[in-house]
Each structure stands twice: as structure tokens, then as C-alpha cells.
């Protein structure tokens, strides 16, 4: 039997709204089909790789309904199941909206890196006050076809710092990355965590939180407050390093 | 005595290339006045830190020669140091060169991770093939100077990923970060090194390394592999996520 790698490079993905089985045909719409016709210049015969978020991932194959015509209507017609669906993991990315440009690489990072929610919080220092909600899914999305993840995460409305602690609590434990507990080692004080609980990591905006909140942070039951060195990290960096920490000591990287 | 705290967020920070001494009075050249009264739009009066790279971080004053001109002439004049210079990490980050706006954003990461070498490596799946070393290095001071880094890294031309044995060995480890060894943990394997020696961590392009590069690498006597999850992750990524596994286990973050 051929041993299927566990990810293909050299076959673009693509995320399909649509149930994926075996000999499905899968009509496109306008926009896919574009992507698929001007984007990867795919004709007739043209093999890529499709998910749904819930039915693995499969080979696929173009199939155009005229291939004389100049654009003709592309479809899907899938033919065997690459890789099984499994479980998201259980960790929430909650983290202070920073700059459109930033924001995009951040969510495609907190992608790569595995988590199963995406939460923006607003906070004091906050660099922005609004969020696009489409926006950030889009992106998401993008990682998850880029990257091979077969379970984009949800992606929610911008919420009160308030609401963290509602949030995060009765269901797992919230881990404070607090840029002034630079001395605290993240190994040790995750080590104390349930590896099988959800975890929401919280990162502050780039100013850093307010004293205020800080106190409120640090006064919650299920939080654990880790340090991520002694060195100032920018909002995209600090979630990469934040999330592999947690991801190395109690998640899929173990 | 007041205690100065370690990173001051709400002062601009400049990398000079001059002694810094307290009292001393820093001429500037044309591209540093410039910065300074267009971008910062410092006048006489004007606070900012300045570093060195070797005299740790001073408190500075901006001082114009006749502020009834349009244009005049700025200098710098110290009064304290705020933070004393420590000596460099040893750690070294060795990659293979990606597309230009990653690559900016790459160096920046791994001066926020606090790298003291930033040497660039040809392989066989390389995306670019030269490398503008004057941009590392603008890159890596800039990052230094938003986030309060000392020790500006030396950057490297390009090098043969076959010169890399010889760079890593007998001063240290190589850390290898192959992405096809998913299933190692990190913890377990950097645990084993000796915290007090050189790292040189190698990150691979983003289409891998290829079969007699891995080969190569992983036939080395003082090589260290390591996976970085079960995901693919962008280069970028990857060098935080790498650069936080060897601060977390062996560097300036336990």
C-alpha cells in the first residue's frame, strides 16, 4: 500500500463549504471559480486538495464543463480522502486588536500555530477599536489552506476584557502573558496546567495592559500569569512565542 | 535612589555609532538629523535613549544650534546611563533567504528573540538567491531600537549550507529544525545541550530541505534535531517558534 504523506506541497488546498465524500461532484461558485480559473490557472484535469473544516481533506480533480470555451464552468469531482478529520485543539487565542497589516500575519500566525478560537479583546491600550470580523476569518481561512490545518478556527465579534473572565473560566484556565513578569519561566508555570482542558492564552496590546487591569487579570482563579523573556516582543511575535510555549508543554508539539 | 525601570516604552530609542560617556556631546550626520527633526520632530530640549551596542543605554537631549533656523544643525547631548550593556547572547540564527517583506519581518523576529548572529544559508530549495546584507543589518538595528535589544546582531553575507558544519562545530550545537521530524519534542532534545555553548539554530526554506541537505544535517556530530509540531509553518513563524523553544529550555527566558 502507498504510504500517503501526512501533507502534500506540491498541491494547492482549497477550503470548500460543502460535504466531502467519495465520487462527489461539487459545483462552484463565482468566486471559486475565478480563484481556480485566474488564480491557479487550473483546467480540466487540474488536481488540488479540498477541506471543509469537517470531513478531512480529499484529492480532487477540475472538471470544466467546456473546455472550448474561453472560461468555462469549473466543478469538483472528488476522488479519495487524503487525510482524516481530527479534533480542534483546545486552545483559544485571545489577543488586543493591533494594525490591519500586523493583525493579518498575527491570525495566520495563531493559525500555524494551532489554535481552535480566535478572540479579539479590547483593552485599555488598545491600538484600534474596531474589528473585521470577515476579515480576520478570511485570513484564517488563507492560513488553513497555506499551511495544511484542517479546522479553521472561529473567529469572534470584538469583546470587553471584562467578558474574559467569563469566558474563561468554569472550562479550563487562562494563561495572562504579562510583559512585566519577565522573570517568570512559562515552562514551569504551565507545567502546573491540565493538559486536557481548554486553554485561552491572552496577549496584551503593544503598550501593554493597564495597571488596572493587570490587577483584575492577576486576581482571577483560573489564571496562570507566564513571562515571555526579558526582551520587548511586538503583538505578532509575542503570539507565536506565547502559543508555542503552551503548545510545547501541554499541546500537540509534546 | 529612584529605580529606573528596565525598558522605558515612552522614549524614542536611536542606535548611534559613537563612545557614549556621560556628558559627552554626539555630533550627528546628515541621515541622523534628519530622522531626528523630520520623522521624531525633535527640538532643542527633546529626550530620547540612545545605545551603542557596547556603552549599555543612556538618557539624551537634543540640542540645536540655532532653533531660529528652519533646519538647524542637531546634536546630542548625554546626561545618565539608564541601562548598562550585558553581554550577547550565544545564539546564533542561521536561514535560508525568503521573499523581501518576510525577510524584513524575519530579522526583525529574531532580533526580538535575541540573537546575537543572523547569518543567511543557501539550499537547494532556497526562494532567492543574493541577499542585501545592508538591509539585514537596517532591519536588525530598527528592530533594536523598538524593542529596546542592546546588542545589535552581527548580520552575514550569504553563506553554503555546506560551510555550516564548520561554523556550528566545536563552538556549540547546531540545532537543526526539520519539519518532516514532527514528532520530536523539543523539550526533550534541547534539555540534553549544554547551556553555556553557542546554539546555531537552522531553520530550512519554506519547500524544506531536500533529501541530501537532510542527509547532510542530520550526519553531523554536534547536530540536534528538532520538530516544530505537527504543522507547517511559515519561515517567519518558524524562527520565533524555534527561537522561543531554545530561550524557553536553554536561554534568557528560564
Known sequence: MFHMPVYQFNLPRLFINAPLTEGAKIELDKDQSNYLGNVLRAKHGFELLVFNGSDGEWLAKVEADDETK?????ALKLS???RQQHAPNKLRYLFSPIKQARQDYMVQKAVEMGVSEIVPVRTDHCQVSRVNVE???????????????LNPPICYELISLLEVPEIASGEGQLVFCDESASKLDPSDALNTL???????????????????ERQ?????ENVTVIGLGPRILRADTAAVAALTAVQMVLGDWT
Chains 1, 2 share one sequence.
Open 70 to 74: 474561453r472560461r468555462p464552468k469549473l
Open 80 to 82: 479519495e480522502q487524503t
Open 135 to 149: 476579515r480576520l476569518n478570511a485570513n484564517a481561512i488563507e492560513a488553513c489552506e497555506q499551511c495544511g490545518v
Open 194 to 212: 491540565n493538559k486536557d482542558e481548554m486553554i485561552s492564552v491572552l496577549i496584551g496590546p503593544e503598550g501593554g495592559f493597564s495597571a488596572s
Open 216 to 220: 483584575m487579570l492577576q486576581g482571577l
